[in-house]
């Protein structure tokens, strides 16, 4: 089976550090993706993991932990225009789709 | 350059009526994908091209749904005999080559009643 889970809702202040978290199980494993929804909008993409470590771009960082089966997304001096929702997806081993969490939604206050 | 663009935007349709919703991938590119988001869920994977390759149908949901991709650009997807489980927003994407970054277009929005 597949399973992506990641918390349902984060509230952070403006200006502070908030990490997202992703876990998965899935029938195969070839790269994970974080990609940025705002309300009705696209998504769009943020990052993109396939070896153990952290990636960082600009105020973003993705970690991935292969063994654990476990991805962050890290974001730094929160910003208003933050406040989104958070998509983490496995590109399953045994096929050429992704598989999408149910997304965490981001409020930033101020 | 010009994104992924889809047509149309919002559709409201009547129970049992067929749709067709359109895809324009971004030029170049050679795999093209269909999902589908229901109010306050993750997307669901339904249908993927990769160039002269047979499609990957395995996501969709039953035999009302089809797509097809012309000349290997423009996509089609349609819906037969529509539910109102059908309501949802349905993205496509494209890719320039398989499991890279995936574009996605705004979606259309459909309804239903």
């Known amino acids: 089976g597949q399973n992506i889970d990641q918390p349902t809702e984060m509230t952070a202040t403006e200006g502070a550090i908030v990490q997202i978290n992703c876990t998965y199980q899935?029938?195969?494993?070839?790269?994970l993706f974080w990609y940025q929804q705002h309300a009705g909008e696209a998504p769009t993409f943020l990052s993109y993991?396939?070896?153990?470590g952290l990636e960082e771009k600009g105020r973003f960082s993705s970690f991935l932990s292969r063994s654990k089966g476990y991805s962050y997304l890290l974001l730094k001096e929160l910003q208003m225009k933050d406040s989104a929702s958070y998509l983490c997806a496995v590109r399953d081993g045994g096929g050429n789709k992704l598989v999408f969490g149910a997304g965490t939604i981001l409020r930033v206050k101020s | 350059g010009a994104g992924v663009s889809q047509s149309p935007s919002n559709k409201v349709t009547e129970k049992g009526k067929d749709v067709e919703l359109r895809c324009d991938p971004i030029?170049?590119?050679?795999?093209l994908y269909w999902y589908r988001q229901s109010l306050g869920q993750g997307l669901e994977f339904l249908i993927y091209?990769?160039?002269?390759?047979?499609?990957?149908k395995s996501g969709l949901p039953s035999d009302r749904f089809s797509a097809e991709r012309t000349g290997g650009s423009v996509s089609t997807l349609t819906i037969q005999r529509t539910q109102q489980e059908d309501s949802a927003v349905y993205l496509c994407?494209?890719?320039?080559?398989?499991?890279?970054?995936?574009?996605f277009g705004p979606g259309t929005r459909l309804t239903v009643t």
């Open positions: 091209f990769q160039g002269n390759s047979a499609p990957d």
């Open positions: 994407a494209s890719s320039p080559r398989v499991a890279y970054e995936q574009y």
């Open positions: 030029s170049g590119h050679t795999a």
């Open positions: 993991n396939v070896l153990d």
């Open positions: 899935t029938s195969g494993f070839n790269g």
